[in-house]
């Protein structure tokens, strides 16, 4: 009965190691020293601009909130502190595995219907029906009851500002750069075929050719971060 019960977990791990091998082989180098240096991996950094730069980490998609700091971060500075056109940069990140992950954030319309993201996450309209589009890249204003619903409040109408303002293309059209965790997708393939949506490879093919524009696979988010802070960009954890 053991056996039985280990096997699968040793299948699962064993596959997990096969995919992030692939993604991330040869895509990041190390010094003799043993600390990361920039590769061809590396070349987003070159697209975050600005004198004000700032990468939010976020793996859970916690309806939106992530996203909202980003536009906080965006506006402050923009309202509170002057900044001008340009000087302010950001980076969002999407990986993990699991309905609360924020991996599923970085793909089209056509992958949320395709493989039911939005029940797959639990994220429902105001009628109740789980959404076919990617919800967080152009959202509207009826969709802010899914910020009033992750902090349990009242829909209140200032979300609707903050929904719509911290939608995905409007975060890039303020200089907003976002990233995707080769690794997790490739974990992330194997939970989609677990769950009977296909096979891993397939689907992997099929979700790399549906990216946002501008979305941009890394082979490891913790590199990611190692370089974004290397290159003076600085974190924050949500």
Known sequence: MYQDAVTPRRGFLARFSVAAAVFAAGATRTSAAGTATQTPADAWLNEVKGTHRCLFDFARHNNGWGLVHVLNYVNTYASAYKAGPG???????FYGIG??????????DAMWAKYGLGEYHGLKDEAGKPYTRNVFHRPTRADAHLLAQAIQIPNLGALGDLMTGAGIESLQKMGTKFLMCANALGAWTLELEARGKGAAATIGTDLRANLLPGVTIVPAMVIAIEQAQAAGIRYNRQ
Do not use: Q
């Open 87 to 93: 000087t302010v940069g950001a980076v969002g990140t």
């Open 99 to 108: 309905a609360g992950s924020s991996i599923a954030l970085g793909f089209n």
